[in-house]
């Protein structure tokens, strides 16, 4: 594999999947992938294969496209108010 195929939590917030704190958030809760880590080192790079994040990417879209539809009844109650 080579480098290019990997993403750091950098390119991950240049994405605009949210700030570090909200990525690592998602990876716990288990609603975003997983990184890996190369090596055993405290210090070793920790990286998202770029394949993953395109999956996520296209589970998101399909759930998107599945709902289609935007309620907005609760903001037109509140609205006229």
Not at 49 to 61: A, F, M, P, S, T
């Amino acid at each position: 594999m080579k480098i290019n195929n990997f993403l750091t939590v950098k390119d991950l917030i240049d994405m605009g999947f949210g700030c570090r704190v909200t990525i690592w958030k998602k990876v716990k809760l288990n609603e975003f992938p997983a990184p890996i880590k190369f090596g055993n080192a405290v210090n070793s790079p920790i990286r998202w294969e770029k394949v993953e994040i395109d999956n996520h990417l296209h589970q998101l879209r399909m759930r998107s496209k599945v709902k289609q539809e935007v309620n907005y009844e609760f903001r037109k109650q509140y609205a006229s108010k």
